[in-house]
Structures are given as C-alpha cells and as structure tokens.
C-alpha cells in the first residue's frame, strides 16, 4: 500500500525559494502506474494544484504557477520534489503531495501534508 | 480553466438524513469528475471517481452520478463519521481544478 511523507521547512522568506520532498514507500515511483502530484490548501481556503510528474520526467503544471515551479523526480531515492520560487505571503499553505491515476488524473492517496508559511 | 461551483457551501443535516451535493462544470467534462472527504487537520480522501465509481473500502451509502457539466453526490443516510468538507473535482483537461468545497455539519 503506498504512503506518502512530505518533509522540508515550515517556514520560508519572502523572495526565497520554497523546497519539499515527498518520499514514497510501498511502491516504485518508477511503476508506470503512477504519476505523482503536488496540491495545495491556504488555511480556511479550497484545493489548488500545482503540477505532476511522471517518473520519466515529463511534467504538468499549472499555468498560474508554471513560470515559478519546478517538479522533479529522484528513482534512486523513491522521492519527488517540488520548489516554488519567488515565494510571498500568498504561497502560504498546508502542501500535499499525492500519488495520481494519470495526469490529469485523480489523487489517492495523499500525504499528511505540510505547512508552510512565507514570512520575514 | 474550467470553473467548478459546488452548492451548496455549507449544509446543516441531522443523522440519518439523506444528503445530496451539487457539482457544475463550466465546460463539459464528461464524466471526468472525482469527490474527496476532508476533515479537519487530515488530508482529502477519495470517494468517488470517474463521476460513480465508488473508490474501494468506501461505505456503499456514498454514491456520484452526472455527466457534462453537473454532477451530485449522495449520502443516502448521514452518519457521525460524515461531517466533513466534500470537494470536487475535474480531471478532463489542465489545469486540474477543485470546487470550493461543502462544509457538511450537524444540525
């Protein structure tokens, strides 16, 4: 059964680049299954994506975002990364990372997700 | 991108009433459509998929149905474990987008 962890830091300067990686276990994320995801969720507020991967590389992102996200994959580690640049108090949010049916496809599961907060 | 508008944005129900979520698309999006579970502090769970596949190990009383651009999502008898935010969502076309979410709490 996949799980998914995110880990990176809890708090991030505006301007900075924000950086999480979500480790995978109970699964390859070199299975051609999967694709992998990352959502996001400002606190009180709605889901937003941000972009997959595929573990060959290719990747999705979306149009609001792409000019400031980078989603990359590590096989040999069985994580994916996300960094967000350029960050400001907007990009606060709890992040999920999400293993995905396709892209664009459905979510499931999801990791615990984590809270970032952009602030000096 | 396509609009997804839930309706409605909170619903006050009982234990054991029937409970239905309304989901509209701005676009079609056949039946590209998923629902997810969230509760407080916890990630989104899925529910639904492909507009009425029901998602393995969830409880027979949720159910989705809808195609193009409205889609429901039925409780047929709410129970305790059921209060939560319910989310839509399409994977037609990118970028993938959410509804804003029903926020289902006890009367």
């Known amino acids: 059964q996949l799980q998914l962890q995110e880990s990176g830091p809890g708090l991030v300067k505006p301007s900075e680049t924000l950086s999480l990686t979500c480790t995978v276990s109970g699964g390859s994320i070199s299975s051609s299954s999967y694709y992998w995801g990352w959502i996001r969720q400002p606190p009180g507020k709605g889901l937003e994506w941000i972009g997959s991967?595929?573990?060959?590389?290719?990747?999705y992102y979306n149009p609001s975002l792409k000019s400031r996200v980078t989603i990359s994959v590590d096989t040999s580690k069985n994580q994916f990364s996300l960094k967000l640049s350029s960050v400001t108090a907007a990009d606060t949010a709890v992040y999920y990372c999400?293993?995905?049916?396709?892209?664009?496809?459905?979510?499931?599961?999801w990791g615990q997700g984590t809270l970032v907060t952009v602030s000096s | 991108d396509i609009q997804m508008t839930q309706s409605p944005s909170t619903l006050s129900a009982s234990v054991g009433d029937r409970v239905t979520i309304t989901c509209r698309a701005s676009?079609?999006?056949?039946?590209?459509l998923a629902w997810y579970q969230q509760k407080p502090g916890k990630a989104p769970k899925l529910l639904i998929y492909?507009?009425?596949s029901l998602e393995s190990g969830v409880p027979s009383r949720f159910s989705g149905s809808g195609s193009g651009t409205e889609f429901t999502l039925t409780i047929s008898s709410l129970q305790p474990d059921d209060f939560a935010t319910y989310y839509c969502?399409?994977?037609?076309?990118?970028?993938?987008?959410f509804g804003q979410g029903t926020k289902v709490e006890i009367k």
């Open positions: 492909k507009a009425s």
């Open positions: 676009q079609s999006i056949s039946s590209w």
């Open positions: 991967i595929y573990y060959s590389g290719s990747t």
């Open positions: 999400a293993s995905r049916s396709g892209s664009p496809g459905i979510s499931d599961p």
């Open positions: 969502q399409q994977y037609n076309s990118y970028p993938e987008t």
